[in-house]
């Protein structure tokens, strides 16, 4: 890639205080921004209206500076680049929402959570999320009618059985079968705001994104995410998955874990030299 066309991003949710994990992750992803002397962008991923808070927003903003990120690009924000911000993109989500239904890759799903725990065969113990059994697909329910007077959330009707592959940068060859490690998946919820799958597709093709780097409890998403591109004709960025930092107990760090937060760390004394001399080495 000839030098300066590497475009990376961080893509933080405001849902909570960061940990050593999202900066351990957001690390790698400027080294490698650096490395292809690229530019990197910071997006504030604050669609979820239930969990999203404006406080930490400001306070993940503070505490990325203060650890020593740095990006290149966003709206004016004082002198300095702000983040882009979700809430703020809404009317293009919509056009690719339109844009999908079109294309009818996508269809309305009046099924609620307790339905499609009802539905569902067999408990699918270990999976993230049980594929949704198909109540709604076109022609299933009945003469196509949904339930009178539910709440609508659109799913990605996924191509069943058909492989997803793609070569990840640190995990290389990764594959996962539609309709059974993932089902039809929500691409815009009832409550009129995107998902998460769609919104992020949209801005990382929007941004012209080159490379994704993100942890690795996002690989079966970057499946899902990858059908989204084809269906668009869009080309997918190249994806790099990184290794999640895990507690002494070998738990997954969680932002309500408030221990290793990095203000904890930083009220503690540490440095954020410190911090990042326990991180694996990049690369790895
Ligand atoms: N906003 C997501 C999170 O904080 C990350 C999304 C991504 O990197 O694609 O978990």
Same mark, same amino acid.
């Given at each position: 890639m000839p030098p300066g066309t590497y475009r990376g991003r961080l893509a933080p949710s405001p849902t909570g205080y960061l940990h050593q994990g999202h900066v351990q992750t957001f690390w790698l992803a400027q080294e490698r921004a650096r490395a292809h002397h690229g530019v990197l962008v910071l997006r504030d +991923?604050? @669609? $979820?209206g239930s969990r999203a808070r404006a406080e930490f927003a400001t306070a993940m903003i503070e505490d990325l500076r203060w650890f020593g990120f740095d990006w290149q +690009? &966003?709206? $004016?924000c004082g002198g300095a680049y702000g983040p882009y911000q979700q809430s703020q993109r809404l009317p293009g989500y919509r056009i690719v929402f339109e844009q999908l239904k079109a294309k009818g890759a996508i269809y309305p799903c009046s099924c609620t959570r307790k339905d499609v725990q009802q539905a569902l065969q067999a408990p699918h113990i270990g999976q993230e999320e049980p594929p949704?059994? &198909?109540?709604?697909r076109p022609g299933r329910r009945g003469d196509g009618n @949904? #339930?009178?007077?539910g709440r609508i959330n659109w799913r990605f009707q996924v191509p069943d059985g058909a492989t997803v592959g793609f070569v990840d940068g640190h995990y290389r060859a990764q594959s996962f079968v539609a309709g059974k $490690?993932? &089902?039809?998946? %929500? %691409?815009?919820?009832? $409550?009129g705001l995107p998902s998460y799958q769609l919104a992020v597709v949209v801005d990382d093709h929007e941004m012209a994104i080159t490379e994704v780097v993100r942890g690795a409890d996002l690989l079966l998403s970057t499946a899902r995410q990858l059908l989204i591109y084809h269906a668009l004709g869009w080309e997918p960025p190249a994806f790099y998955h990184c290794p999640l930092v895990l507690d002494a107990q070998g738990n997954r760090l969680a #932002?309500?874990?408030?221990? @290793?937060s990095l203000r904890t760390l930083r009220q503690r004394g540490e440095s954020p030299e410190n911090i990042r001399r326990s991180f694996p080495p990049t690369g790895s």
């Open positions: +991923e604050d @669609l $979820d +690009e &966003g709206p $004016d949704y059994p &198909g109540t709604c @949904l #339930k009178p007077g $490690d993932f &089902g039809d998946f %929500v %691409v815009w919820r009832s $409550d #932002k309500r874990h408030d221990a @290793l």
